[in-house]
């Protein structure tokens, strides 16, 4: 099995567990196998809006195995950053909900709404209902020299109506009003898996994500490998065309990949599907299961690319096939 090498899985939640309210089909299952094997299992989020206690009984109630300790957010690898740059104590303003203000007081902070309390910090998280007068105060704070620090840079996050504003596009407002960029916390960049693997002391961990440029560019600058499932965001397309830094080790449909031997992949070919270019065009030949061709086709395009990146349009005649 996949699951066989490694120790800790370091699980996106949003696009790999569940969807909005509803969990992934065969998410739960996969899990709870998983942890029956011995496997550490980490839902490590860039949503700091909830806490991980009520992140942890949301999967429950999805039927996945958690507790608050098995849950890493955003919120608290933005917290550790303000830690690490502050006097202890330090007044920290949150522009953000429940998560975010749980993480900085845990941190030895104390969380305030206004830049009147001279704050050594601003942290941004995403929450419902983030009013204007919020980001005023942060934009005050930040104009008075506090550290401004963001959980994470999503422009947008995955939900059942479609894609919706992330903490990304709400941080351009301090941003912008400023002139001054914050420090992130969440994948892409390093604090976050930091912080994951130091609560769980992985050795050998294993991200999962659906995001390229979030999940697996972040195992990228962690230098840990990847799984790619493609139940979220990620489409085909953006996998065989995706720049070094978003290439996964592994691509699969979805959790249940973790629990089956992954197949070789060697010289564009997997399974019974062979991918070669003709005439700068990627075709696919044989047969077999969809996400078999998508593997071979992605080592022949990944190949070929080398440091850069194939067009699509050299790789259409892939899409029809395993699109």
């Not at 890493?72 to 522009?95: C, D, H, K, M, Y």
């Not at 007068?133 to 422009?155: H, I, K, P, W, Y």
């Not at 903490?167 to 969440?186: H, L």
Request: one cysteine or more.
């Amino acid at each position: 099995m996949l699951i066989d090498g490694y120790d800790t899985l370091l699980l996106d939640l949003d696009g790999v567990v569940y969807l909005g309210g509803y969990a992934v089909p065969g998410a739960p299952a996969a899990l709870e196998e998983a942890r029956r094997k011995g496997v550490r299992l980490a839902y490590v989020t860039n949503n700091a809006s909830r806490t991980p206690a009520a992140i942890a009984a949301h999967l429950r109630e999805l039927g996945a195995p958690a507790t608050a300790s098995d849950v890493v957010t955003s919120a608290q690898a933005a917290a550790r950053l303000v830690a690490e740059r502050v006097p202890p104590g330090s007044n920290v303003l949150v522009v953000g909900g429940s998560g975010l203000r749980l993480a900085v007081r845990d941190r030895g902070l104390r969380p305030v709404s206004a830049a009147a309390e001279s704050p050594a910090a601003v942290v941004q998280g995403i929450a419902p209902g983030l009013s204007y007068e919020l980001l005023a105060e942060g934009t005050l704070a930040v104009r008075q020299g506090a550290l401004f620090v963001a959980s994470n840079g999503d422009s947008t996050m995955p939900t059942r109506r479609g894609e919706l504003p992330g903490n990304g596009s709400m941080v351009r407002v301090i941003a912008s009003a400023t002139g001054v960029e914050p420090v992130y916390a969440g994948k892409p960049d390093p604090p976050l898996h930091r912080e994951s693997m130091l609560r769980t002391g992985a050795r050998r961990p294993l991200v999962v994500g659906d995001r390229l440029d979030t999940d697996i560019e972040g195992a990228s600058n962690a230098g840990v490998e990847s799984l790619l499932v493609l139940t979220g965001v990620a489409t085909p397309v953006e996998v065989l065309t995706a720049a070094p830094r978003h290439r996964p080790t592994y691509v699969g449909e979805d959790l249940g990949t973790l629990l089956r031997p992954y197949p070789e992949v060697r010289d564009g070919s997997c399974g019974g599907w062979r991918a070669r270019w003709r005439e700068g065009v990627l075709c696919l030949d044989g047969d077999g299961s969809r996400i078999d061709g998508l593997r071979a086709a992605c080592d022949a395009s990944w190949s070929a690319a080398g440091d850069g990146q194939i067009e699509e349009g050299a790789i259409k005649p892939v899409l029809d096939r395993v699109g």
